[in-house]
């Protein structure tokens, strides 16, 4: 009987400390979700002072891992002594329990979205705001306008990107480059035409990008009423940086006669912003310098120089000579 008494004991013990355990934590959180810049892309990648341009930035919601909690629930039952068939059973107590695991989603709801800029950055699109939810891996992508002040500075300018939550526990404040650089590509004529009246009128144009980055939509313009052109415009495409091409053009007067010289521009595109280079004057062959007269003249007029120039040159030599002969023959 004592044996019973301390059986039934020991059970009303143990469903005493089962029934006090009510939460039981797994394991502590390993990792905290967060919001995280995946991609920044600036366009064009160098702005020339005055362009318009584009700041593209994509978030992910990437945490490495969710904490979970585990919870137990737990039902006591006591038996008391009684007999089945004949037999006797002692007093007893019975225990079930329920463990349950539940892991957060970890989602976020974006709540505004935004980029800040001082002068001579100026953002000229609105703000996002009231975004939704973005879940576990979930990623969106946002687009900005910006434009930068007309005589800009060449440099590298930075702009900030602020991103908050709906229960403002979230705060990102990430840093954006812009570069701004003031180079224009250069245009020149590579190969003079003797004349735009003859057959020698072909001559050659060369482009030249100086830019840290690539330009695009490349193309050389002929310019001028009195002359007829082949071809008309040459199409480049785009030019990479550092990159060099040229271009052949044929160049007739349309009446034999010319007082004006043609032009040849360049015009071209950074990003979406179309720009032109000042026009240069395709001379004829350029003349020689005259080492007797230090003036621009013709070929042939340099060479009638020349040869005046020597026979005035061998006149005095030989009157010299002639005094210097009649001299010695005197004496």
């Known amino acids: 009987m ?7 004991f020991m059970g009303a013990f143990a469903a005493l400390m089962i029934s006090m355990m009510v939460l039981v934590p797994a394991h502590a959180d390993m990792a905290v979700p967060s919001i995280a810049v995946t991609s920044v892309q600036v366009s064009p990648a160098a702005l020339m002072p005055g362009d318009t341009g584009t700041v593209t930035v994509t ?34 107590t019975s225990v079930s329990s329920t463990v349950d695991t539940s892991t957060p989603n970890g989602a976020y709801v974006l709540k505004q979205v935004q980029l800040l800029a001082d ?16 879940g576990v891996s979930d990623s969106a992508t946002f687009t900005f306008t910006i434009r930068v002040d007309n005589s800009t500075p060449d440099g590298i300018y930075k702009m900030t990107l602020k991103v908050r939550t ?29 004349a735009y009246n003859t057959s020698d009128n ?30 008309q415009t040459s199409y480049v495409g785009p ?45 004829t062959l350029p003349p020689e310098i005259d080492w007797w007269t230090s003036t621009t003249q013709s070929l042939a007029a340099n060479w009638l120089t020349y040869f005046i120039a020597g026979a005035v040159c061998a006149l005095i030599v030989a009157v010299f000579g002639a005094v210097v002969f009649r001299r010695q023959k005197t004496n």
Not at 212 to 226: L, N, R, Y
Request: hydrophobic share 35%; aromatic share 10%; charged share 15%.
């Open 2 to 8: 004592k044996s019973m008494k301390l059986v039934g």
């Open 59 to 92: 978030l992910m919601n990437t945490p490495t891992s969710l904490g979970s909690s585990t919870s137990t629930s737990s039902d006591t039952y006591n038996f008391g002594p009684g007999s089945s068939n004949g037999l006797t059973t002692p007093a007893h």
């Open 119 to 134: 002068a001579p950055l100026h953002v000229t699109s609105g703000d996002y705001s009231d975004i939704g939810s973005m």
């Open 166 to 194: 709906d229960n403002d526990g979230v705060y990102l404040n990430y840093p954006i480059k812009v570069q701004v650089e003031s180079d224009v590509p250069q245009i020149s004529i590579s190969q003079y035409a003797k």
């Open 202 to 231: 072909s001559l050659s144009v060369d482009v030249f990008n100086p830019r840290d980055t690539a330009i695009s939509s490349v193309s050389i313009m002929a310019v001028g009423d009195d002359f007829i052109f082949a071809p």
């Open 239 to 283: 030019l990479a940086a550092g990159a060099t091409y040229s271009s052949d053009f044929t160049v007739t007067s349309k009446d034999g006669n010319y007082d004006s010289m043609p032009e040849f521009v360049l015009v071209y595109k950074n990003g979406d912003n179309w720009h032109q280079t000042t026009a240069i004057v395709a001379d």
